[in-house]
């Protein structure tokens, strides 16, 4: 089966601690997104990579990072900077950034303890 | 910048009531244009898109939306919707802008369908 994963479905972090969401997906590619959903705002860009190791800062980058050492594979690290950190995490791909539609993954539920 | 505008934030209907959800966005250049559907506890999934061509676009589960370029608009519609509709839908836009270009999401409309 063709697609993206998100884990863990729930992740709890505690004040002061760094958390790690995972992407991968197994689609070939090349560009890949992650987006932070709240009630009422929608979806926000966090960062994207359009090809590997290489990755952008989107609207609401801070208190975030990234990595892109694979194709398949876009990890974001949710850090001690980010204060309000509690939403939805949706990751996404698509064949190449623009015109081509995204596919998203089943999402992330991050809560701070 | 470019943005997305959705009118209505929360839709009751009932059954086989007709369904019209607004989507305005503010760019003057080439648009691409997505409706996103979310149902309870799934993936975000791809609705219906425009790129070209007719401006009506028809997606799954009989939905369809109108692409009017003079009011910057992409309005989703279903003729009679169903319990099973019950969903939030996001409007976005992807603004050809030279570089990076980026997919830009309204706020959602939830909507309740009710028996």
């Known amino acids: 089966d063709g697609g993206i994963t998100q884990s863990p479905k729930y992740l709890f972090r505690k004040e002061g601690q760094n958390v790690t969401l995972s992407c991968e997906q197994n689609l070939n590619h090349d560009a890949m997104y992650w987006y932070r959903q709240d009630p009422g705002q929608g979806l926000r860009l966090i960062y994207y990579?359009?090809?590997?190791?290489?990755?952008q800062k989107g609207d609401i980058a801070e208190g975030y990072s990234v990595s892109r050492e694979k194709k398949e594979s876009f990890p974001l690290t949710v850090t001690s900077a980010q204060k309000n950190p509690t939403a939805f995490y949706l990751c996404a791909s698509n064949s190449h950034p623009g015109e081509e539609t995204q596919y998203f993954g089943p999402g992330t539920r991050l809560l701070v303890l | 910048a470019q943005s997305v505008s959705q009118h209505n934030h929360h839709v009751i209907l009932s059954e086989a009531a007709s369904l019209e959800l607004g989507c305005n966005y503010s760019y003057g250049g080439t648009v691409n244009l997505f409706w996103y559907v979310q149902y309870p506890g799934q993936h975000l999934q791809l609705l219906l898109k425009?790129?070209?061509?007719?401006?009506l676009v028809k997606g799954i589960k009989g939905f369809e939306a109108e692409f009017i370029k003079s009011k910057f608009s992409f309005n989703l519609r279903k003729p009679s919707v169903q319990w099973s509709d019950t969903a939030e839908y996001f409007c976005?836009?992807?603004?050809?802008?030279?570089?990076?270009?980026?997919?830009?999401f309204g706020a959602g409309t939830r909507l309740a369908v009710h028996p």
């Open positions: 990579s359009q090809i590997v190791n290489d990755f």
């Open positions: 976005a836009v992807i603004a050809f802008s030279g570089g990076y270009n980026k997919l830009i």
């Open positions: 425009y790129f070209s061509g007719d401006p």
